[in-house]
Each structure stands twice: as structure tokens, then as C-alpha cells.
């Protein structure tokens, strides 16, 4: 049952009843609010993964081939940002693996295997050191097998969060120092991995580095 605050106009000698939740800050549209007091988590989070189309995302691909760089700008052109780590794995709690869109056949391992020339850029992409390189951007090796954002209805955490579970995987907000070197993270899996899930994380590229399989979600306080 909804609290109601009352609220006593004394001048006018009337009283009225107003809901509280009249009071409360709602998310932007097309994003779900995520609360975990005990994990100190209070945001807005994108409902699908991020897409270049401003209107009917829910039957667009998301955006892949994205560094962190880039994706935080994009969330930064919509006055948001990324999530850290822990928001991100708050809002993917709920999220069954088994409704989402992961353990599809490597789309590289196809490319090599079909009779078909393959070239991306300058590059001849059936030599093996350049498939597992450069031609990890090219976008050709999504067509098959990358879901729309409204494919798998039922790939949603508790708080009505899409797609967190394979399909792409997102940057968040979080550093590591190794050799110098800074590195960032993105979470969720991808589609040709099995073991997708809210625990999977991948933490072994620097903050530049983009492919075919890494796209971003972004959020704002709540």
C-alpha cells in the first residue's frame, strides 16, 4: 500500500492527500531504476544494450565494435555515464543464461572455415594472424548471429534490465595497472561463449581495444 502524505493548507482550511511516489525521482525513458542499499547501488540503467538508433531500439542491433573510450563518450553525449563494476553486476541480478542469446558458433572459426574470400580492410583475414587481429572489427562477423535488442524476451534481470548476459559484451568503469599499462573491464560474456553469465568478466584488454564482440550500456544517478 502506497504512503500518503498529507499536506495541511491552513489559509484555505483544506487538507489534500498527495502519494508520495508523486515525490519520487523516476528514470529518463527507456531506463529501469536499480536500488541495492546494501551494495550501496542507486541508478538508472539503460534498458537495452546501446544502439545508434534514437527510436525503436527494441527491434535495433546494438552497437559493437566500441572501446571504452568511445562508449564512455557516447554515454557522455546523452548526459550519462558507465556503470561500475558493481552497479553492473547489481543490475544484472535475476538474469537466467539460459534465455540468452550466447553458445553461437565463433563467427572467426566460420569465417575460416567457409570457401568464401574473406577481407577486411587491406587484410587478407583467412591468414590466421590477421583474423584473430584486425579482422576482429569487422562488422560482417555479427550479421549472423548479433540479437536485436528486443529478441530474447526473457534474457532480463529482476529489475527489467535486457540482454546483460551474452549478446555483447559492456564496458564498466573499472582500471587496472598491469606492465604500465592501464586495462579496463567489460562483463557479461558474448554470444559465442556458453559460459555467459553475470559473473563473466573479461578483463584482459587495454581501454582501447574494440571488436566485433564489445558493446556498452550506460546509466545516471538516480
Not at 17 to 29: D, H, L, M, N, T
Not at 51 to 75: D, G, I, W
Not at 122 to 135: L, S, V
Not at 153 to 164: A, L, N, P, Q, R
Request: charged share 30%; aromatic share 10%; glycine share 6%.
Amino acid at each position: 500500500m502506497k504512503k500518503i502524505l498529507l499536506i495541511v493548507i491552513a489559509s484555505l482550511g483544506g487538507v489534500f492527500a498527495i502519494s508520495s511516489s508523486s515525490f519520487a525521482k523516476k528514470c529518463p525513458r527507456g531506463m529501469v531504476p536499480v536500488k541495492n542499499a546494501a551494495k550501496k547501488v542507486s541508478v538508472c540503467v539503460d534498458k537495452y544494450e546501446y544502439s545508434l538508433k534514437k527510436s525503436k531500439k527494441r527491434s535495433s542491433r546494438p552497437l559493437a565494435n566500441v572501446s571504452f573510450y568511445e562508449c564512455r563518450n557516447y554515454c557522455a553525449k546523452q548526459q550519462k555515464r558507465l556503470l561500475t563494476h558493481n552497479e553492473w553486476v547489481v543490475a544484472c541480478e535475476g538474469t537466467k543464461p539460459r534465455y540468452c542469446n550466447r553458445n553461437k558458433p565463433h563467427p572467426v572459426i566460420q569465417k575460416l572455415r567457409d570457401n568464401k574470400p574473406w577481407v577486411y580492410g587491406q587484410k587478407n583475414c583467412k591468414n590466421p594472424n590477421n583474423a584473430w587481429r584486425d579482422c576482429m572489427k569487422d562488422p560482417s562477423l555479427n550479421r549472423r548471429s548479433l540479437a536485436r535488442n528486443g529478441d530474447y524476451k526473457k534474457c532480463v534481470s529482476k529489475y527489467g534490465v535486457h540482454h546483460m548476459v551474452g549478446n555483447l559484451g559492456e564496458w564498466v568503469h573499472d582500471f587496472r595497472r598491469r606492465d604500465g599499462d592501464i586495462y579496463g573491464r567489460f562483463n557479461g560474456g558474448l554470444y559465442p561463449q556458453k559460459r555467459s553469465s553475470c559473473d563473466y568478466t573479461t578483463k584482459a584488454h587495454k581501454l582501447s581495444y574494440k571488436d566485433y564482440s564489445i558493446g556498452c550500456r550506460c546509466a545516471i544517478e538516480l
